[in-house]
């Protein structure tokens, strides 16, 4: 039996990884882009196999992105591309063995002053999780 739709679909021998970025926003984080942006991850990110959170604010993005190796690769490449982003910065790329984020295809945190503010859903572990990811972010 499956854990998540994730597991269902990753073989034993596929190589996880995630990634963690932090990008300057190009024009102004408003709800229209940011949805825009949601609905294109959640859609993409759903077919590929790929989890992960994406906290905006303050013109900031920080994203992490977890999913096979190739899957990441070729969508980090993407975003170096995408002309919402500038001065885009990997701040960490691991090997996992389990993904922290493995029932989103892409979660969303406010940034607001020096704290997350994070969706009334998540999880309390979850909510640990956007502000432990929020707190790397200053």
């Known amino acids: 039996a499956c854990g998540s739709f994730f597991d269902c679909v990753e073989s034993e021998y596929a190589m996880l990884v995630r990634v963690l970025y932090v990008s300057r926003a190009v024009g102004p984080q408003t709800g229209t882009v940011t949805a825009r942006i949601l609905a294109a991850s959640e859609a993409h990110n759903a077919v590929h ?4 959170v994406l906290c905006q ?3 900031l993005y920080l994203q992490v992105l977890e999913g096979e190796r190739a899957e990441v ?3 980090y490449g993407q975003i170096l591309q995408d002309r919402r982003h500038q001065d885009v910065q ?4 691991e090997e996992i063995t389990e993904r922290r984020y493995p029932n989103w295809s ?3 945190v ?3 002053g020096a704290r997350a503010i994070s ?5 309390a572990r979850q909510r640990a999780m956007s502000q432990a990811v929020g707190s790397r972010a200053r």
């Open 49 to 52: 196999a790929v989890s992960g």
């Open 57 to 59: 604010g303050q013109g």
């Open 73 to 75: 690769n070729r969508l």
């Open 90 to 93: 990997m701040l960490s790329f």
């Open 106 to 108: 892409m979660a969303h």
């Open 110 to 112: 406010v940034l607001q």
């Open 119 to 123: 969706a009334p859903a998540f999880s």
